[in-house]
């Protein structure tokens, strides 16, 4: 991917879904990212009645987290080679990567 790669934000993306808000950023920035899943995690199992029980959280736990620093790096980086890099990674990790956790698509106006 050349250096004009257009511009992703996850934060643009979540605002223009009416998912955030400024307000919300400040105050998400407050918090620890131990805070920020805890707090996920408890609001979750208030959807389901406090019964997360049977979910493969622990085993969940590395995919979820791999999931998000893509998104992060695929936003932050000017190229995919900046991303690979900043990963510590190599090209052709980093685009399987991208394309095994569906990265590009999840930026993509169309895939709503």
Request: glycine share 4%; net charge positive; aromatic share 12%.
């Amino acid at each position: 991917m050349s250096s004009n790669k257009k511009y992703y934000s996850l934060s643009n993306k979540l605002r223009k879904e009416q998912k955030i808000n400024e307000n919300f950023e400040f105050m998400l920035s407050q918090l620890t990212l131990e805070e920020v899943i805890g707090l996920k995690l408890e609001s979750a199992c208030k959807l389901v009645d406090g019964k997360l029980y049977g979910i493969p959280l622990w085993k969940s736990l590395k995919s979820v987290v791999n999931d998000a620093i893509l998104k992060y790096t695929y936003t932050a980086s000017k190229t995919k080679s900046d991303g690979a890099r900043f990963l510590g990674i190599n090209l052709s990790q980093y685009n399987y990567l991208i394309k095994k956790y569906q990265t590009k698509s999840y930026f993509d106006e169309n895939a709503d």
